[in-house]
């Protein structure tokens, strides 16, 4: 069992940057990949990156390429997400999520855990 736990998001203005965290509760938060997912008002979720368990393999939506950077320090049990020139497209409630399989997946279906979110809010 694994428990997710955001924080980090608020207002900020366009071309702004934000740092996410999620720290992760269990021995287990090593095997698991990890992902962020983001959903805006009105929409549906969207994946935005993932990084493996080890941290070795990362990917981005085409969306965050260039701008967001995710890493993990499995020492603390957690895992990042920098966000830079932020765009108020970017507004949306930002999750991140555990997939014990421990490969980098794009789909919200293969992960196994979910936080309970936190708003990030992009103003122009």
């Known amino acids: 069992q694994v428990q997710l736990v955001e924080s980090g998001g608020g207002l900020v203005q366009a071309g702004g940057s934000l740092r996410l965290s999620c720290a992760a509760s269990g021995r287990t938060f090593r095997n698991y990949a990890m992902g962020w997912f983001r959903q805006a008002p009105g929409k549906d979720r969207e994946f935005v990156a993932a990084?493996?368990?080890?941290?070795?393999?990362?990917y981005y939506a085409d969306s965050v390429k260039g701008r967001f950077t995710t890493t993990r320090d499995n020492a603390k049990n957690t895992v990042y997400l920098q966000m830079n020139s932020l765009k108020p497209e970017d507004t949306a409630v930002y999750y991140c999520a555990a997939d014990n399989v421990g490969r980098v997946t794009t789909s919200q279906y293969e992960y196994d855990y979910w936080g309970q979110g936190t708003q990030v809010t992009v103003s122009s």
């Open positions: 990084i493996s368990w080890r941290g070795g393999s990362t």
